[in-house]
């Protein structure tokens, strides 16, 4: 599997690398080493299933954020900052803004 990069450049998809990024968001979060194994497995099968040889690594990140967002907000923030490459606190105030909160919880972006 071909991974298309931003700058246009292409590289091979590197499992290692991706557990890296999600270790880094991750850390100090309650997700378990074995539930970033998960994530990443199932995001391989998910390119897997679509049978195809180049995926943009935008659309990694976006499954990535798929799968962090149900599981843990700090951690979908903290890859989200990085891998959407804020600029500032108004790039954090946006993506808080898209979290509703849990019943019970109570949230608010000011």
Excluded: W
């Excluded at 309650?30 to 943009?56: A, M």
Aim: a neutral charge; charged letters at 30%; glycine letters at 6%.
């Amino acid at each position: 599997m071909t991974v298309l990069k931003r700058n246009g450049n292409r590289e091979i998809f590197n499992r290692n690398k991706l557990l890296n990024g999600l270790n880094r968001a991750c850390e100090k979060t309650s997700i378990e080493n074995n539930k970033i194994e998960v994530i990443v497995d199932e995001l391989e099968l998910q390119i897997q299933q679509r049978n195809i040889r180049e995926i943009d690594s935008s659309e990694i990140g976006e499954i990535v954020l798929d799968h962090l967002r149900g599981i843990n907000e700090v951690a979908y923030i903290r890859f989200a900052s990085v891998y959407r490459q804020f600029h500032g606190i108004n790039d954090f105030v946006k993506t808080l803004e898209t979290f509703e909160p849990k019943k019970g919880q109570l949230a608010t972006v000011l």
